[in-house]
């Protein structure tokens, strides 16, 4: 309890206080890391030439260790007062960009959509509104979004692979309506805006497969293919 009144001790009092917090802070965020490699494995397995017809399975067990991810994020929730978020949000904000972007790749996996902030913070249990205490911030969920544009440029590639050649002109009008959402964002010389310069390559490479299908005509082929 201490922890949520440590702005009213004296100043050495205040830093060995929140060395503390630091400290407990440190030890769920390890947790939450290692759950969010945990999911990262298990998706990323869905890029063996196998794997497309494993993503519903993938998915679901993803969505159960999603359920991890929140006993931790509640318990992160008391390791600093609630008013003090983005005092001490530099130590989660990795890890909560890392399982935005494993939130939304499921989503997408699932119903091949973007996921919504709310959508995100449902699945991680926490919430939208800052006035509500440890909420999943703008940027953080942007962030994510742009993690998961690289997974797709991958995914991309890899579907061609496998032999799945109409997943990757599904993927590019997806990406490239996601360029085109950030293009209306105005943002600031920052990391955010770092990351997204990288969506250009990402676009890129994506619009050489499927150039490279179009030259080949597989697209096409396996169009008729479904059709009969």
């Not at 939208?128 to 991309?156: C, P, T």
């Amino acid at each position: 309890m201490q922890a949520f009144c440590f702005c009213k001790f004296m100043p050495l009092s205040s830093q060995l206080t929140a060395r503390v917090i630091f400290q407990d802070i440190r030890k769920v965020v390890q947790v939450l890391e290692q759950t969010a490699r945990e999911v990262l494995t298990l998706l990323q397995s869905v890029h063996q030439p196998t794997g497309f017809k494993e993503i519903p399975s993938k998915c679901q067990k993803a969505r159960e260790l999603f359920c991890t991810v929140r006993t931790h994020l509640g318990e992160l929730k008391t390791k600093f007062p609630v008013d003090q978020y983005y005092r001490f949000h530099e130590h989660w904000r990795f890890v909560l960009q890392r399982l935005a972007f494993l939130a939304a790749f499921v989503v997408y996996l699932e119903s091949e959509s973007l996921v919504t902030r709310e959508e995100v913070a449902q699945i991680l249990g926490i919430e939208v509104v800052r006035e509500k205490g440890f909420h999943l911030d703008v940027e953080d969920y942007l962030a994510g979004v742009l993690i998961m544009a690289s997974e797709l440029s991958r995914l991309a590639v890899n579907s061609v692979t496998a032999g799945d050649y109409s997943r990757p002109l599904r993927i590019s009008n997806f990406i490239n309506e996601l360029d085109s959402g950030f293009r209306l964002l105005n943002l600031k010389n920052d990391p955010l805006r770092k990351r997204y310069d990288g969506l250009k390559y990402d676009v890129k490479k994506i619009e050489e497969v499927v150039y490279d299908l179009s030259i080949r005509g597989l697209a096409k082929e396996q169009e008729a293919g479904g059709d009969k």
